[in-house]
């Protein structure tokens, strides 16, 4: 099936700093990517959708601007924490959509371990 | 999407098939039934799908009733590596469409 690959798995990072997390499909082109983010024993909470060539659409309640998506090319996106704090710390997902195989199943990333000291 | 509700926790023992229940009562005629399944601190992995005909693949069986108001997932000799998160999600079938997730349920395996 497809492959998403989703770097890094683990950052530590200082209060203050900025962490990009890179989202890729594999082997196939994604002009859609989502990204989410999910706390311990939570369900995953959708962040926003991340359209290639165009601004990304945010959910609800979501910093855009603590937040920023690149969808540059149709195999990549990243997300970007900026300014993070400790209330960031959690575990980010992306997934990307196989166009091949039309609208049917959503491919997930294995996800990045953010935690902000 | 259209709201599902799902048992928080299960536990089936391994080898015995493990049957998850999920309520949609107000899916739409357009919305279909999603499964995925989250293995501790990985991504979601995709099961299987479907409308309104019961359909069954390489990992698991997925029975929707004929109202289409609740759907049952089914793992017919359930492995120690089947423990996961299972979510049940309804959604309609185009591009644009997000995968929003609920609480699914909690699946233990037990030997």
């Known amino acids: 099936g497809a492959v998403v690959s989703q770097h890094p798995s683990r950052v530590i990072c200082k209060s203050g700093t900025s962490v990009k997390i890179e989202c890729r499909s594999l082997?196939?082109?994604?002009?859609?990517m989502f990204w989410y983010r999910q706390f311990p024993k939570k369900s995953l909470m959708l962040m926003a959708t991340s359209n290639e060539g165009s601004k990304a659409t945010y959910e609800q309640g979501v910093e855009k601007d603590k937040f920023l998506i690149n969808h540059a090319s149709l195999t990549l996106s990243t997300l970007t924490v900026t300014s993070a704090h400790p209330e960031d710390s959690s575990f980010y997902i992306c997934?990307?959509?196989?166009?091949?195989?039309?609208?049917?199943?959503?491919?997930f990333g294995s996800g990045t371990q953010l935690s902000v000291l | 999407d259209a709201k599902t509700t799902q048992p928080p926790s299960m536990d089936c023992a391994e080898g015995r098939a493990a049957n998850l229940p999920c309520n949609h009562s107000t899916i739409s005629g357009n919305e279909y039934v999603y499964w995925y399944r989250q293995i501790h601190s990985q991504g979601p992995q995709y099961i299987i799908h479907?409308?309104?005909n019961n359909e069954t693949n390489e990992m698991a069986s997925l029975i929707i009733t004929e109202d289409r108001k609740s759907s049952t997932l089914i793992l017919p000799h359930a492995t120690l590596r089947d423990t996961a998160v299972y979510y049940c999600i309804v959604r309609v079938f185009s591009e644009a469409q997000k995968l929003v997730f609920g609480q699914g349920t909690r699946l233990t395996i037990n030997p």
């Open positions: 082997d196939f082109q994604a002009t859609t």
């Open positions: 997934s990307a959509r196989d166009s091949r195989t039309g609208y049917e199943k959503l491919f």
């Open positions: 479907g409308l309104k």
